[in-house]
Each structure stands twice: as structure tokens, then as C-alpha cells.
């Protein structure tokens, strides 16, 4: 009980301190059972562990993985680590798809091979979730074929990724097809596109921002804040929005999930939406954007009424064509 005033320093309270304190004696157990020769006693790497945490490290990079949903996410410093609120719309994007997979009125509107874009990859979380999800119900159906494609600029993420399609796999998690339906490169039409892009302003990672210190200090900072780059699509924290609405465009999807920040933010991607609505010709195409908030609340939005959800907690918009 030693260890936990020291692991209070970055826990909100003691049942969290309690809940760390335990899981890293876990992990120091099992790093000793499986390296008997180690001459560092499992009570030491403890201590070992417990200083680092203290200085502000994630707990997810000391232990080395994180859970998401079913799966078990590997974790490495240089990669975001997977959250709860991007399990929780990954879910609903999952469920979404199924319901209009097994809907016999809307099952005409997904394509004999559904193909699904995750942008900014990261840790292929959201990718193996929702193969993990969905491949079962597709695979019952016998109509319907998943193709799933995880794409990061970064080439360590891209490693973990592929590290993590086949962790799940040994672990049982994930069917040996994943192998086949799961990649991380790729390119061509896609039907859904995923993304957690970084969206964090400097102001807001800086010290004193709104950005935790463990994430500033730890966590990626190609992952969190978008590169300074001149752009007439608002703030530097939004660039990578318009982007991916092109990508969407080019990809022809019909359905694109994007997380983001706070209201004021979804405002502005929003705008951004309904300015993607002309086709190549200029016509004018039926879209739907819905603000998904981290209570469960979903509503059909435009930039006008927005603003209305301010208190709702904003994590992801959902623009479907």
C-alpha cells in the first residue's frame, strides 16, 4: 500500500489509484514468470514501474496494451493510445452497418463487398473492432463481403497495427480471414470511411491548454495536433477534416465518421460538410450529418442549430450521402 499516495499524484481518485496500483503488480508478476532469469525481483520492476507512472507516463505504454472492445490493443510509445469514446462510436458505427445489413428494406443500399477506410490508423483499433464486429453477421448473411483498410503516415504505426491484427488473432479474438479482410495500406473506392484525426490546437497542447500532461508529455504529437499548414478551410486544428471530405468524395463513400473535439469545432465541420454536397457536375446531393456526443445522444444537425448541443460533450460527426 506504499505505492498508492505516490500513484495519487495522477490518479483522480483512489479507486484509480487502487485499480493502477493492481495492474501494475500484475505486469510486474508476469514479466518475472515469463523471464525467470531476470535477476530484478518481480517487487523491483514494481518499483520500477510505479516511478515512471509517477513522472506522468500512460499506464498503457508501461503495461504495453490497452482493451478495445473485445480486443486486446497492443500500445508503444510514438502511437495514440486507443480511447473509450473512440470504442463507443466505433460500436455504433458497427451497429449501424449491421442493422443495414439485416434490414430487408435497407439492405440494397450497401454494396455486394462493403469496403471500410479507417484514416489515421494509429493502432488499427478502430479497423479490427469493427471487422471484429461485423464479420460475423456478414458472414451469416453469405451476401456480403468486408474489406477492411487501415491508412497512418506514420510507418511505427502502421507496424503496431499489423503487430495487433495478429496478436488478435492468436489470442482467438479475431477469425483467421482477418488476415485476408484487414489491411493497412491500400488505396481505391470505399463504401464507409473512419477517422480520428489529430485535432487539438497548439493553444490547446501547450502547457496550461487543455491537453492532460501525460498525453502532452507522452503521446504523439503527429497523432494530436495538426502540422502547420496554410489552409482556407478555418483554424490549423480542422485541416485535416476537408481533406478527409475529399477523400470521401474521390472514395465515393456513403458514410463518413469523423471525431472531434467540442461543439465549436463540429460547427465548422459541419459547414464544411454541407460544402461538399455539390457533385462533380454542381448538383446538389441528399446528405445527412448527425452529431454523435460521448452520452449517447445522436441528433441530424446543420451548421445553424449546432450550437444547440454545446453541453452534450462532442465526440464525433457522421455524414452520410
Given at each position: 500500500?506504499?505505492?498508492?499516495?505516490?500513484?495519487?499524484?495522477?490518479?483522480?481518485?483512489?479507486?484509480?489509484a487502487q485499480n493502477e496500483l493492481r495492474w501494475l503488480t500484475e505486469h510486474a508478476q508476469q514479466v518475472k514468470s515469463q523471464s525467470p532469469d531476470n535477476q530484478e525481483t518481480w517487487q523491483r520492476s514494481l518499483a520500477r514501474f510505479i516511478r515512471r507512472r509517477t513522472q506522468g507516463e500512460p499506464l498503457q505504454y508501461i503495461i504495453g496494451d490497452q482493451p478495445f472492445g473485445d480486443l486486446e490493443i497492443l500500445?508503444?510509445?510514438?502511437?495514440?493510445?486507443?480511447?473509450?469514446?473512440?470504442?463507443?462510436?466505433?460500436?455504433?458505427?458497427?451497429?449501424?452497418?449491421?442493422?443495414?445489413?439485416?434490414?430487408?428494406?435497407?439492405?440494397?443500399l450497401l454494396p455486394p463487398e462493403l469496403k471500410?477506410?479507417?484514416?489515421?490508423?494509429?493502432?488499427?483499433?478502430?479497423?479490427l473492432l469493427i471487422h471484429s464486429l461485423l464479420r460475423k453477421s456478414f458472414k451469416d448473411s453469405n451476401a456480403k463481403k468486408l474489406a477492411?483498410?487501415?491508412?497512418?503516415?506514420?510507418e511505427t504505426a502502421l507496424k503496431l497495427a499489423r503487430q495487433n491484427?495478429?496478436?488478435?488473432?492468436?489470442?482467438?479474438?479475431?477469425?483467421?480471414?482477418?488476415?485476408?479482410?484487414?489491411?493497412?495500406?491500400?488505396?481505391?473506392?470505399?463504401?464507409?470511411?473512419?477517422?480520428?484525426?489529430?485535432?487539438?490546437?497548439?493553444?490547446d497542447h501547450a502547457a496550461g491548454g487543455r491537453v492532460e500532461r501525460s498525453v502532452r508529455d507522452y503521446e504523439p504529437l503527429l497523432a494530436l495536433v495538426p502540422p502547420n499548414i496554410e489552409t482556407?478551410?478555418?483554424?490549423?486544428?480542422?485541416?485535416?477534416?476537408?481533406?478527409?471530405?475529399q477523400v470521401g468524395r474521390l472514395a465515393r463513400a456513403r458514410l463518413i465518421c469523423m471525431e472531434i473535439g467540442d461543439a465549436a469545432q463540429a460547427a465548422r465541420v459541419v459547414r464544411l460538410a454541407e460544402q461538399f454536397r455539390s457533385d462533380a457536375a454542381g448538383?446538389?446531393?441528399?446528405?445527412?450529418?448527425?452529431?454523435w456526443c460521448d452520452d449517447g445522444h445522436v441528433s441530424?444537425?446543420?451548421?445553424?442549430?449546432?450550437?444547440?448541443?454545446?453541453?452534450?460533450?462532442?465526440e464525433a460527426i457522421l455524414n452520410a450521402l
Open positions: 500500500m506504499r505505492h498508492l499516495p505516490r500513484l495519487l499524484t495522477q490518479c483522480r481518485d483512489l479507486d484509480s500500445c508503444r510509445p510514438g502511437v495514440l493510445i486507443p480511447r473509450p469514446e473512440t470504442e463507443t462510436y466505433s460500436r455504433s458505427i458497427a451497429c449501424l452497418l449491421d442493422s443495414l445489413s439485416n434490414n430487408s428494406k435497407s439492405h440494397h471500410v477506410l479507417d484514416l489515421c490508423s494509429g493502432t488499427g483499433c478502430i479497423a477492411v483498410t487501415g491508412i497512418d503516415i506514420s491484427l495478429e496478436h488478435n488473432i492468436r489470442l482467438g479474438v479475431l477469425h483467421p480471414a482477418a488476415r485476408q479482410e484487414i489491411s493497412f495500406r491500400g488505396d481505391g473506392f470505399y463504401d464507409v470511411i473512419i477517422s480520428n484525426p489529430p485535432y487539438i490546437s497548439p493553444t482556407e478551410h478555418g483554424p490549423r486544428s480542422d485541416i485535416f477534416y476537408s481533406r478527409i471530405l448538383n446538389l446531393e441528399a446528405q445527412v450529418t448527425e452529431l441530424q444537425v446543420n451548421a445553424r442549430d449546432i450550437c444547440q448541443h454545446r453541453d452534450r460533450g462532442t
